[in-house]
């Protein structure tokens, strides 16, 4: 090597490290710039890689035993609110009680017409005595309107021979006085008289009494000397009208059995329709998050059939250090970041609680993973999503920078300096 070249070299070395020096100068005050702005910036959010979109599940349940089917919606797809997601059928749905309440309705019903022909019967015998009495009551009346005529007869003809011998006993009267007429035959004319007398008035309490007895009979009353008050179908048509009062409320009590059987039919047979078969809908708008049954799957009375959740209620549940609970700021903006994108996302922080008060909690589509460490819960609210399965955003993660209050290294060096200077 020639001695210029060799000082070509020389001063080529010597400016690479007068050069040098400045540009690794740099290098490591770029590096601590950097290191003093992470720093920094980790004094201001609580990063936190455990964090998933979550929205509270609607589930379905079936509300009767039965087997599935239908043409449910595929997961993921957009429900509207009163979609029909499945059908369930029971065939074997138990309806002894309705051949129960069935089976009294007929005994009811063969009672019931019993009881009525009972009393159609006794209503006709009941008929036919006082028909019977009636009859009777009328000759009644027509015996003694007889014998009042002939009592009235009597007397009239007897008052009219008592006034004859009234007037025989003036004559003797006037004979006697005038001396023609003896005492005796005087005294037979007035003792003719005086009988004659006795015997209308005798007459007249006969037709007193027939009179009495015939309004009596007209009445259906007997008067007879050792007879009852009433004749005897009437006795027997008032029997059958306690034995129809009697059966009417039997009747009655049959008849509101017969009712009362008739409506728990009617409530079975509902009830069995609503055993037998019944449609599940969706009782809002979501998407179908998960299927608890496959047609044709036989599933029981509360099991879930499906899961939905409506993504335009999403929310953001991130967990982070117990530590930082109290440094974390409720209300602030926090900024996220979900799994696969590169745009950032901020949202404002809705809660701050326990991690117990999340994690396992069954009505949650998505939590957080157990880390099995003391953690606190962030619910932060996410942009509204569209129910469908491209566009939801319940069940990404993300990674996410929680605002804080200040607190760590550059607070404690702040208040160091505080108290130095």
């Known amino acids: 090597m020639s001695a210029t070249t060799r000082s070509a070299l020389a001063a080529r070395a010597g ?9 690794k100068l740099a290098a490591a005050c770029a ?136 007037r025989d006993y003036h004559r003797k009267v006037d004979l006697a006085r005038s001396g023609t007429a003896s005492t005796s035959d005087l005294e037979r004319a007035q003792f003719a008289s005086d009988a004659l007398d006795r015997q209308a008035r005798s007459l007249g309490g006969q037709l007193t009494a027939f009179q009495a007895e015939l309004a009596a009979a007209d009445h259906g009353i007997l008067t007879e000397d050792g007879g009852n008050d009433v004749p005897y179908s009437v006795q027997r048509a008032d029997e059958v009208r306690l034995r129809l009062a009697d059966l009417d409320r ?61 993504c335009g209620a999403a929310f953001l549940v991130a967990a982070a250090p117990q530590k930082a609970y109290s440094n974390i700021v409720l209300g602030g903006d926090a900024r996220f970041r979900l799994a696969g994108e590169d745009a950032e996302r901020t949202g404002r922080i809705m809660s701050i609680t326990g991690d117990t008060s999340l994690v396992g909690d069954r009505n949650l589509a998505a939590v957080p993973l157990d880390l099995h460490q003391p953690t606190v819960m962030v619910r932060i609210e996410v942009p509204p999503s569209p129910n469908t399965a491209a566009e939801c955003l319940v069940g990404r993660t993300a990674r996410i920078l929680l605002p804080t209050s200040g607190g760590g290294v550059m607070a404690a060096m702040s208040r160091l300096a505080q108290r130095i200077f």
Not at 56 to 74: D, F, K, N, Q, T
Not at 116 to 141: G, P
Request: charged share 25%.
């Open 250 to 310: 039997t009747l009655d009590a049959v008849r509101e059995d017969a009712r009362e059987a008739v409506s728990r039919v009617e409530a079975e047979r509902r009830r069995l329709t609503m055993l037998h078969s019944a449609t599940l809908a969706a009782p809002s708008a979501g998407m179908l998050w998960k299927l608890g049954a496959s047609t044709g799957e036989r599933i029981g009375t509360g099991d879930t059939a499906a899961e939905l959740v409506d």
């Open 15 to 23: 400016l690479s490290a007068t050069l040098g020096r400045p540009l």
């Open 31 to 166: 590096v601590l710039a950097v290191g003093g702005y992470a720093i920094w910036s980790a004094q201001r959010f609580v990063v936190s890689d455990n964090a998933v979109v979550s929205a509270y599940v609607m589930s379905l349940r079936a509300p009767i035993e039965g087997y599935v089917s239908g043409h449910p919606a595929a997961i993921g797809g957009e429900i509207h609110g009163g979609d029909i997601l499945a059908t369930m059928t029971n065939p074997l749905a138990d309806d002894q009680r309705l051949v129960d309440f069935e089976e009294r309705v007929n005994r009811l019903t063969v009672e019931q017409a019993t009881l009525l022909r009972q009393r159609d019967t006794l209503e006709a015998t009941r008929r036919d005595l006082l028909q019977r009495a009636e009859e009777h009551r009328h000759a009644m009346v027509a015996r003694l309107s007889g014998q009042v005529a002939s009592a009235q007869m009597a007397l009239e003809a007897k008052l009219a021979e008592s006034e004859q011998a009234k």
